[in-house]
């Protein structure tokens, strides 16, 4: 939640919103978060009888003096009436020698240690003036308030239940109950008191028309949260209170994919502080969102710059050298933030990911592992080990996995489409398609899942549903390079092999392959990934050495040697162990006569069936065998 400066604090000690849900007024040596807290913690004696006097301070002042010449007391009096709340807890502790059992006192030193936030401070004081009185609403309010800030959120409800059963009126323990739900998640419990506190009228503060915000963002009441955040906006603020406040908007318009207008928020917030490293986050995420790589990192570098001691940038500035294909530094960035934060269950599945797409399946494997043991349930990592599993080809795990995922998120389409490639391999066809087909009835506008089937329809040589699948596709979404590569497969399944190459080069001209792209860090090719061409999209690649091998058999076919051998020698230099490549490659080196280098091919092409063989994949070495037998007598 994204909250505002308290009104207490000096301008020189203001500080950006938080990008975290912390509790307000929460101090963090990394993310420190303050916030409007309202009129309820800024109670200076125990009645609201008391507290309204406080607007006449002359005669709230002669008052007291009237009533008391106590040295002690005249100092914790002016103290008071001077905010100065280092000294209100030094007279406040000297009255407590002589007044350990003062209700009064307790709470005034309580609510003076919570505007130093010191909250631990505060919550042993209101302790003691429960303990004294139990029947006195405010304290047990306050002591709430003070779980909430400690973020002890059961028992802060079990306070704020007490209070509301007290006084059915309180707007602030409304309030702050609310606070505390949409903490729990229980958003629709927090929009009712949200409501019941501003209906209230006397608690309606900037931070109530914050809370409700946030929550109707979470239950993607999206309009409801903008027009809260621009009821707040109304209110009296300074340059930095209505830069977070507008943050705010930007996040809305971000959940509710509003991109543009989230940029034009980011970009309205740092016009008043310029200096926000939380802005300047958020507005890096939608450029990374909106694929404008560059503009995304230039954002987060003067962000780092801004807050340079803050750990938490390496994670996310490793996720975004990993989109640009930066294998180095997104390593360098990832292997920090886990060093700084051991426990981070998205820092060691980012780095999970970059090891597949290094072919580094068993340093995948821990990693993924790893995050695993931190959230059993985390779905991006469940959807990972399936992944993982099913590459090193252990589809008894990679089922398991997906099975384990599908019971806890039944209707991700992800990782039925991993499930559905699992039977694939296993040649179990009709349970594929019916995973596919519950994808499809999950989500009918979604072209990925239609490619896949697509492709299981190919295996089964059942082209016409293939086409009309493909088709299907290309319907929703006729820029998918990875459509146009599938429908390129089918046409050369059935001789078609011009409308193949046709296809093939549109899917080359709306994803080209540059082979500059990359850092020069040393991939590790032994791996032979097979698969949906979609499955690679997951992971956010391309596996253009599938492309190359297929578009070079389709060459092949059409008599096109040396362009098909051109094609071959790429795959194989994109994945060292390509079957296709090796036995297509064996073919056009015969046609060529160069036998020798041909039969090279076709027997590392059967070494290579033999091993994936052992390891679970699906082996038929019959048409290997034939080709070699027809290079050796020279056919």
Known sequence: MKFLINNQIKEKEKVPCSPTDSPPNSPSKSQPTFVWTGDLLDVATT????????????????CLLRKSFNPSKFKLIKAQLLNDHKKIVE??????????????????????????????????????AVSQKPKKQE??????????????????????????????????????????YYKLHRYDQALEDINKTIDNGVAADVFAYIIRADINRELKNYDEGKADIKKALKFKLNKVDKANIICNHGIINMRAKCYNEAIEDFTQALKLQPNNAIVLQNRSSVYRTLKKLDESLEDLEKACLIDPNSTHQYGVRGALYMEMKKWN?????????????????????????????LRKYDEAYLDIKKALEIDPQHMVSLQQMTDVCRRI????????????????????????????????????????????????????????????????????????LALADINKALSIRDSNPFAYEIRGNIYRKLGKYSEALNDFNKSLELQPFDQNSDDQIERSNSGYDEGYVLIFKMQGERNFANFYARRGATL????????????????????SEHLLSFKKRACVYQKMGKLDLALNDINKFLELREKYSKIGRKSDSTAGIRIRDCIIKGD
């Open 47 to 62: 009645s609201q009888k008391s507290k309204k006097s406080l607007d006449d301070s002359t005669s709230f002042y002669k």
């Open 91 to 128: 007279y406040a502790t000297q009255l407590l020698e002589n007044y350990p059992n003062s209700y009064a006192i307790r709470y005034i030193r309580a609510d003076a240690y919570r505007t130093l936030m010191e909250y631990k401070k505060a919550k042993i004081d209101l302790d003691l």
């Open 139 to 180: 304290a047990i309010c306050f002591r709430g308030v003070m779980q909430c800030f400690l973020r002890n959120f059961d028992e802060a409800l079990n306070d704020l239940n007490k209070a509301i059963h007290m006084e059915k009126n309180d707007g602030y323990a409304y309030k702050w109950r609310a606070y505390c």
């Open 393 to 464: 080809g252990n589809y008894s795990e990679a089922l398991s996995m997906a099975n384990k995922s599908l019971t806890i998120y039944p209707n991700n389409i992800n990782t039925l489409l991993l499930r559905s490639e699992i039977y694939y391999h296993q040649n179990l066809f009709q349970e594929a398609l019916k995973d596919l087909d519950n994808a499809i009835k999950l989500s009918p506008k979604i072209s990925t899942s239609y490619c896949c089937r697509s492709e299981v329809y190919c295996k089964l040589k059942n082209y016409d």
């Open 329 to 357: 530094d997104a390593m360098k960035n990832l292997n920090l933030a886990i060093k700084h934060h051991p426990d981070n269950v998205c820092s060691y599945s980012n780095r999970g990911e970059l090891l597949v797409k």
């Open 556 to 575: 092949f076919a059409s008599n096109r040697y040396e362009e098909a051998l051109s094609d071959l020698n790429q795959a194989l230099k994109l994945q």
